[in-house]
T-cell receptor, first 111, second 111 residues
Framework: GESVGLHLPTLSVQEGDNSIINCAYS??????FIWYKQESGKGPQFIID?????DKRQGQRVTVLLNKTVKHLSLQIAATQPGDSAVYFC??????????FGAGTRLFVKA | ETGVTQSPTHLIKTRGQQVTLRCSSQ?????VSWYQQALGQGPQFIFQ???????GRGNFPPRFSGLQFPNYSSELNVNALELDDSALYLC??????????FGPGTRLTVL
């Protein structure tokens, strides 16, 4: 399949460690935030979301933190596995229809 | 799998030609959004369709147009293709403003 994110920031972690991927968003009026995972040759896959009236949300092995003061979003992955290797995108939505994606971070998990 | 399908998987066209890409949304989803993803970048919002009407548009010229059908499937049409139109075209479906689920994309190459 095609390569996604040839020149993206890269985070390299050891299998079993926790990963933290950070994202700065642009619009203080954004009210909904999403993290997507994209593997080579595939479309983005929904991981977790959070609304602007929350500052933390947990899923299975993942946690999203939202700091509206500094317009910062982070994705924490616990006990990172080789299958977590992919490009991760944060996305923000304002007004209900237009979703704006960040540039992406490549996560590389070392076995 | 998200239940969102796209066709064709790959397509090669020459400059000046026209192309039509197709998307079938997930069952129960009435909203379809289209994105363009250039190599090494995040997806860029093209437009969204809701109940067969364009519901919002990103910063793309009028030669990018679309349709949504009564069964909520959708087409993206691009006229007068340019080299810079080479990208992965992604379709995402949702129930109104709920979470969007992406298809695998169509890889368009313009020569």
């Amino acid at each position: 399949g095609e390569s996604v994110g040839l020149h993206l920031p890269t985070l390299s972690v050891q299998e079993g460690d926790n990963s933290i991927i950070n994202c700065a968003y642009s619009n203080s009026a954004s009210d909904y935030f999403i993290w997507y995972k994209q593997e080579s040759g595939k479309g983005p896959q929904f991981i977790i979301d959070i609304r602007s009236n929350m500052d933390k949300r947990q899923g299975q092995r993942v946690t999203v933190l939202l700091n509206k003061t500094v317009k910062h979003l982070s994705l924490q992955i616990a006990a990172t596995q080789p299958g977590d290797s992919a490009v991760y995108f944060c996305a923000e939505r304002t007004g209900g229809f237009k979703t704006i994606f960040g540039a992406g971070t490549r996560l590389f998990v070392k076995a | 799998e998200t239940g969102v399908t796209q066709s064709p998987t790959h397509l090669i066209k020459t400059r000046g030609q026209q192309v039509t890409l197709r998307c079938s949304s997930q069952s129960g989803h009435n909203t379809v959004s289209w994105y363009q993803q250039a190599l090494g970048q995040g997806p860029q919002f093209i437009f969204q369709y809701y109940r067969e009407e364009e519901n919002g548009r990103g910063n793309f010229p009028p030669r990018f147009s679309g349709l949504q059908f009564p069964n909520y499937s959708s087409e993206l049409n691009v006229n007068a293709l340019e080299l810079d139109d080479s990208a992965l075209y992604l379709c995402a479906s949702s129930r109104t403003i709920d979470t969007q689920y992406f298809g695998p994309g169509t890889r368009l190459t313009v020569l």
